[in-house]
């Protein structure tokens, strides 16, 4: 993260916080153990998603995963044992702290590229677990819809449900949004306690950041950059950094736009003047690029945090829905009281 290391003694607590919540959602607390979990009297079960109730008889053995907070959910709640691999591309981040880390060692990756549905029949999914513009695509054929008709199951991405205005997306705020689908999933693989304990532990979490954090006029505003340079993509309201930026302690610029990850203008940007910039780290652009041009983009050139180096960087991970929020709201709360006012 360029000019911005954070403290060895926050790391060092962040990552005992962390390993913590781990610990606390062993398999050995879960309700089922992976090889017994549909057996019983748990199913049928039925759970909505993205507004559609959708019926299990009994828990999909064969799950296909699409991206890495997506395929973090499963490993979270230490669902391996029902995945026949997952989807991504190199990019997963730091992984010191993450303590559901050791699902990529027991799980097929099965490919860098784009999802598709010859990938998913060659894997013998019994499920897809993606999203809009999480893998699911219509210009792509790659849809809920198409996977049906080939007899292949599928769950939505909480984040990216579309809410009725075109093709955007976001029906609840995005922690809400990770709650609701460690808790559906819980459900629908037989191991509520295990995503119970996940949600408590994380809502825990969350609630001694935002105990710390300044309020009202105190707190910075804050933007959020991911990529473009005619005109940049940002978070919403829908998107996991405005919960990230919001329960942090900052105060987020776009959090009037109804939507999850869209576009804005420069000019929209300037005008609401933001004090501190977050860049989403990922792809072939490196956050050290990205801040580059920021830095020389001359319509920014009076914007505080371009004057002032006031520039933080979040991996990909940190900001789309994963449980790796309620970390990534720590540690941009460190941030952002270490920048001052």
């Known amino acids: 993260m360029p000019n911005l290391a954070r403290p060895a003694a926050f790391a060092f607590a962040l990552a005992l916080a962390v390993t913590g919540c781990g610990a606390d959602v ?21 759970v909505e998603n ?24 499963m490993f979270a709640l230490g669902l391996e044992d029902h995945m026949a691999g997952y989807v991504m591309p190199d990019d997963k981040g730091d992984l010191t702290a993450v303590p559901w880390k050791d699902g990529y060692a027991k799980t097929k990756w099965l490919s860098k590229e784009r999802i598709n ?37 599928s769950y939505l991405l909480s984040e990216s449900c579309r809410n009725g205005q075109g093709k955007a997306r976001g029906v609840m705020s995005p922690l809400d949004a990770l709650y609701t689908d460690l808790r559906n999933l819980g459900k629908v693989f037989d191991v509520e306690d295990r995503a119970e304990t996940l949600v408590t532990s994380f809502r825990e979490q969350v609630a001694e950041v935002q105990a710390k954090t300044p309020k009202g006029a105190d707190r910075p505003r804050v933007f959020l950059y991911d990529s473009g340079e005619d005109k940049p993509l940002t978070s919403g309201a829908f998107a996991g950094p405005h919960d990230i930026i919001t329960k942090a302690g900052g105060d987020h610029i776009m959090k009037d736009l109804e939507d999850s990850w869209t576009t804005v203008g420069w000019e929209t940007v300037v005008a609401r003047d933001p004090e501190v910039i977050v ?63």
């Open 26 to 46: 062993s398999r050995e607390e879960g309700k089922g153990d992976g090889a017994t979990a549909s057996s019983g009297s748990h199913y049928p079960v039925t």
């Open 50 to 73: 993205c507004g559609e109730k959708k019926t299990f008889d009994s828990a999909p053995r064969r799950v296909v995963t699409n991206d890495v907070g997506i395929t973090e959910i």
């Open 117 to 153: 549905k010859e990938l998913v029949l060659d894997a013998r999914a019994d499920l897809v677990f993606a999203g809009w513009n999480y893998g699911f695509d219509e210009g792509e054929g790659f849809t809920p819809a198409a996977l049906q008709r080939v007899g292949i199951d």
């Open 279 to 341: 860049i989403n780290d990922y792809g072939d652009i490196t956050a050290e690029q990205k801040r580059k041009f920021l830095k020389s983009y001359k319509p920014l050139a009076n914007v505080s945090p371009v004057k002032n180096d006031r520039i933080v960087v979040l991996d990909y991970v940190d900001l789309v829905e994963s449980p790796r929020n309620p970390a990534a709201i720590s540690s941009l709360a460190a941030d952002l009281s270490g920048l001052g006012s």
